[in-house]
Structure formats: structure tokens, C-alpha cells
């Protein structure tokens, strides 16, 4: 199997995110990287798969000159070599064009399986794979909580609302991976100082032959709304306070 | 010239999804500032007749395609589909729910149709002719507002944002051929399984009641459920909760898990990590309940009662089903 997982470099879940006061993005100083969480399920699948089938994991990402951190923790867990899109000309990329470039960046690999994040926790699309899919005419198979690869074929779980799909593809295909899927492995010492001399192809838009042309373009950004300062309701007897809160859901928040 | 706002209106086994009301209702008052017509997309088997459900939330036009293939829903058929149909008429701009399969079809068309969307947006509006969206980035610790060109401009809506308004219109049934084989579905549905409970999914859900790594225990979620049960509520869990194997996965709310906006969220023993915070914040009325008063819930919370969770939750179910008996 010839098995490419696409990654992300995100800002951790625990990361406080502070907008740029111009808005023009988010402050990145003091922001703990790390691999997408979702995108971690599908290299862990992506590996799981090569170890059962035998092949080899590609791993692509896009992203500035510190994701680089994040490919070599791709290829610390086991995948045997990298793609790193990076291109300044890419940093605001929309779907589109990021789909474009990872489909122009793995032509050339022939691949039976992609992986991808469901969605990336950091501007949370969700585009990207079904994109890809799209520009190279495969099968998607989305937000998958549980694959079986047999016989040249993937049977898939997709959990939907109030039921779930069994799904079966023909091969290849693009799987986005949901959390459930499986448990990520942690790179291993070995690992990590065998990832050090994995190799890793670096491509720019010029050598993909993009042209870049936004069409969903973040034009600012904003902090939530403040929310109103709450209510306590004071008062350690919860016959007491359980009833207020009821009536002041009732009567003031008008919610029950 | 492209005109015309238009949705794909979603249907499982034969009824409308209320987000489609929603959509439509966002897609109408877009389109009465543009000055042009809704339409919309519904593909199923057996569906001709929901056309006048969609009328009556300002579709104008209803663009059906009837078939078995569309039974049940698959990406192929459905991309397929709303694919012809749109560059057929050129619509400026194009809704769909950001529902588990809005989008995974809005997405698949964003590739096909080469375009730009904003996913799971919370605000929609025309700025100098043009589709500008409002959404929530980083789970909803930052908003980000996205201008939308391409044609169609889409976007995906978050359920349960937009008001669904009456406001009734022809809602005329246009047939179209969508082409569309059996042959064409690469990614097959096999099986459909149902969840029996009946319990609306969290993402749709009116009411939460979450609980967290407080509950101590999985055998301690019969409280959380009767509370529950007396308000109508689906139950939701922190990520501690869910890592620890107390909780299915599909049940977790925050940044890794569901981004959750219902009208009302009771979150019990639950600390209010920034990444939980993150998924539902934008709940409409939030309730905690937790010992610790420094517990960060509190600072989204409106209502608080700084107390032991296994005193005051049976105290909430007893006084809520006095009150909605």
C-alpha cells in the first residue's frame, strides 16, 4: 500500500488564542505547535494500515518553515518520508488552493490510500479533503470513526446524526479521520532520531505551477462576544438554589 | 450574470430537516435585499411532495430531482447532482447545513464547482453586492469575518442559528435530470443504522446537560440523564470525561469534539478547560454547577451554583419536573 496522511500544524487545544488588535490574524507568540489532533488519527491509521498491508507513508503538509516540527513528528511515529509545501505566497491559502497544492505536490506518487484530518482545529473548514478528493477524482470518505481495508476495498463507519453509515469504497479513495478512529501512538526515542535523516522534499507554489486565488478570504478577525457577567446563586442548602435557578430559568431567562 | 440564492435542503427518509427551514429562511432575507429569488435543491426518492414545506419558508423555486439513487444519501449522487443543476442556472449564491452530511457534500462541491465556501457560519449578509459570513475559528475562540467570491459564493450554516421565519412563497417544483447512475456511486452506502434512542444529536440539540470529570464515574451519569430526560435535553460530556472512558466519544462537547450552540447548556462537574469552553461557549444561556467557585466555568456561566453536584442536580430534576408537570 503506497499510503499518503496529510498534517497540519495547529496551535495546541489548550492554546490561549488572542487576536492581532488590527485583526489581521492571531498573536503567535508563546503558541505551543503541534500536530493537528485529528490529523494525528490519520497518520496513526496510515500506519497501522502500511504495518498490516505493507507499503510505505508519505506525509504532506502545508505550512510555513516551524511546521517542519510537525512533519518530523509524523516521521518519528513512522512515516517513511515528507512533503513540505511552503511558500509565503501559501500563508492564507483557502481550501481550494491548499487542496490544489497537495494534489499537484503527490501527483507524481502513486498512492492508494489519503488521510486527512476531518478538519483542522484551527480554522475548523473542513475543505481540505474533500477537495483533494474532488481534483483527483477519488472517492470521499468522510469524518470515519472505524476502517477495514480488505480485498482492495475500505469499508468505513460514519457516524452521522441520530445513526451511522456503513460505507464501502473501492480503492483509492481520501478518508477523513474522526476522533475515535484510534488511539495515536507517541513517537518513540528510536523513532525520533531515525526521523532526523527521513527525507523531506521542499516545494513552492512556483515548482507546483500554482496560481494562487483566494476565494474565501479571512478579512478579520474577532475575539468572541463578551458574555454578561452571571448570576451566582448564593447559598449552600441545594433544596434551596436548585428550585431558584429553575424559576429564574422559567421566569427571567425564559428558557424552560 | 449569476442570480439567485439558493440552498440544498436537506431530507432523511422523507422529511425536512428543520436546519433546511433555517437556511431557507437566511437565504429569503438575502435574497429580498438582492432583489432575486430563493431556490432550492432537494434530491431524494418519493420527496416532490415537500416542495410546499420549503414554499412556506420563502423558496420560491424548488429543484427536484426524484430518484432512487438519491436513497439514501451518498457524496457521489448528491455532488453529482447539485453540481448540474447549479451551473444549469447560475445561482450568485449557494446555502447548505453544516449538518454531518452538509458537509461533506458542501465540500465536495467546493471542489467541483471550483469555488470559495465559509463553513458552519453564524452570520450572513451582503456587503457591495457580495456574500460576506461571520464564523467561529479555533472552535470559537476567535471569529472570523470571510468575504466569499467564486460562483456560486457558498457558505454552510451552523443549525440551530438562524431563526426559521414563515414567510410563505410558491415553493414551485422544477424537475431537473441530475444524470446521475447507480454506476456513478463509488463510495456506497451499505447500511444505515439507526440510533433508537430518540435523543436529538447534540449538535441540534435545545438543551445540553454535560458532565464532567466531577461525575467521578461513569455510574454516576444517571443523574445527568434524569435531568435530562425531565428537560428534553441530550447529554454531553467534557473531554476528561470521554478520554477516561465514562462517555461514547459522540457524546464529547468542546474543541476535539462537537461544537455545541443550544439554547441552554447545564454543565455539572465541569472545570471549564479552555478547549471545552472553546465548543460552547456560544450556547445561548449557560449553567454550572461545580464545587470549586474558581472553576473557569463560571466566568461563561449566567446561572452558577457553586455546590456538590451530587446535592444539587437530583434537586434540579426534582424541582423542573414539579415545575413542568
Known amino acids: ?256 | 450574470m449569476s442570480k439567485g440564492v439558493w440552498i440544498v435542503a436537506e431530507q432523511r427518509d422523507g422529511a425536512l430537516r428543520k436546519v433546511s427551514f433555517e437556511i431557507a429562511s437566511a437565504a429569503r432575507k438575502l435574497a429580498d435585499e438582492l432583489g432575486e429569488e430563493v431556490g432550492a435543491v432537494l434530491l431524494g426518492s418519493g420527496v416532490e411532495g415537500l416542495a410546499p414545506e420549503l414554499g412556506k419558508y420563502g423558496v420560491d423555486k424548488v429543484y427536484v430531482a426524484d430518484d432512487a439513487v438519491f436513497e439514501p444519501y451518498t457524496t457521489d449522487a448528491y455532488a453529482t447532482a447539485v453540481a448540474k443543476v447549479v451551473k444549469e442556472n447560475d445561482p450568485s449564491i449557494l446555502f447548505l447545513a453544516a449538518s454531518v452530511l452538509g458537509r461533506d457534500l458542501s465540500t465536495r462541491l467546493v471542489g467541483k464547482l471550483a469555488t470559495g465556501m465559509a463553513t458552519d457560519c453564524v452570520e450572513v449578509k451582503i456587503v457591495d453586492g457580495h456574500l460576506e459570513a461571520k464564523r467561529p475559528m479555533y472552535a470559537g475562540k476567535t471569529f472570523g469575518e470571510i468575504s466569499v467570491s467564486g460562483s456560486p459564493q457558498m457558505a454552510s450554516l451552523r443549525p440551530n442559528v438562524f431563526p426559521a421565519v414563515e414567510n410563505a412563497k410558491a415553493g414551485e417544483v422544477v424537475k431537473f435530470d441530475a444524470g446521475v447512475s447507480a454506476d456513478d456511486i463509488k463510495a456506497r452506502v451499505l447500511e444505515v443504522q439507526k440510533d433508537t434512542s430518540g435523543k436529538v444529536d447534540l449538535t441540534e440539540a435545545e438543551i445540553i446537560v454535560s458532565g464532567g470529570r466531577g461525575m467521578k464515574g461513569p455510574e454516576n451519569y444517571n443523574i445527568i440523564e434524569e435531568l435530562a430526560d425531565v428537560l428534553g435535553a441530550t447529554v454531553g460530556a467534557s473531554r476528561a470525561a470521554v478520554d477516561a472512558g465514562w462517555r461514547p466519544q459522540s457524546d464529547q462537547v468542546g474543541q476535539t469534539g462537537k461544537i455545541v450552540s443550544p439554547n441552554l447548556y447545564v454543565a455539572c462537574g465541569i472545570s471549564g478547560a479552555i478547549q471545552h469552553l472553546a465548543g460552547m461557549s456560544s450556547s445561548k444561556f449557560i449553567v454550572a454547577v461545580n464545587k470549586d467557585p474558581d472553576a473557569p466555568i463560571f466566568a461563561k456561566a449566567d446561572y452558577g451554583i457553586v455546590d456538590d453536584l451530587f446535592k444539587v442536580v437530583p434537586e434540579l430534576t426534582k424541582a423542573a419536573k414539579q415545575l413542568l408537570a
Not at chain 1, 512533503?83 to 503527490?106: C, E, F, G, K
Not at chain 1, 478528493?133 to 476502517?147: C, D, F, H, R, Y
Open chain 1, 1 to 256: 500500500m503506497n499510503i499518503v496522511a496529510c498534517v497540519k500544524q495547529v496551535p495546541d487545544t489548550e492554546a490561549l488564542i488572542k487576536v492581532k488588535a488590527d485583526g489581521s490574524g492571531i498573536e503567535e507568540g508563546g503558541i505551543k505547535w503541534v500536530m493537528n489532533p485529528y490529523d494525528e488519527y490519520g497518520v496513526e491509521e496510515a500506519l497501522k494500515l502500511k504495518e498490516k498491508l505493507g507499503g510505505d507513508v508519505t506525509v504532506v503538509t502545508l505550512g510555513p518553515a516551524r511546521a517542519m516540527e510537525t512533519i518530523r513528528t509524523a516521521l518519528a511515529m513512522g512515516a517513511e518520508k515528507a512533503i513540505h509545501i511552503s511558500d509565503p505566497a501559501l500563508d492564507n491559502a483557502d481550501a481550494y488552493t491548499t487542496a490544489s497544492a497537495i494534489a499537484a505536490a503527490i501527483k507524481e506518487i502513486p498512492c492508494d490510500i489519503i488521510f486527512c484530518g476531518q478538519r483542522a482545529i484551527d480554522d475548523d473548514s473542513g475543505q481540505v479533503g474533500s477537495v483533494l478528493a474532488e481534483l483527483l477524482g477519488l472517492p470521499q470518505l468522510t469524518i470515519i470513526t472505524k476502517l477495514d481495508v480488505e480485498d482492495g476495498k475500505v469499508k468505513a463507519v460514519k457516524p452521522i446524526e441520530g445513526a451511522q453509515l456503513l460505507i464501502e469504497s473501492s480503492l483509492p479513495c481520501v478518508v477523513t479521520a474522526q476522533k475515535g478512529l484510534n488511539e495515536p501512538r507517541y513517537a518513540s526515542l528510536p523513532g525520533i532520531m531515525k526521523a532526523k535523516k527521513k527525507p523531506v522534499e521542499a516545494k513552492d507554489a512556483a515548482a507546483l505551477g500554482l496560481s494562487v486565488d483566494a476565494k474565501a478570504k479571512v478579512d478579520k478577525m474577532t475575539p468572541p462576544p463578551e458574555r454578561a457577567p452571571g448570576k451566582i446563586i448564593e447559598g449552600d442548602d441545594a433544596s434551596v438554589t436548585a428550585p431558584e435557578l429553575i424559576k429564574l430559568l422559567r421566569e427571567e431567562a425564559k428558557i424552560i
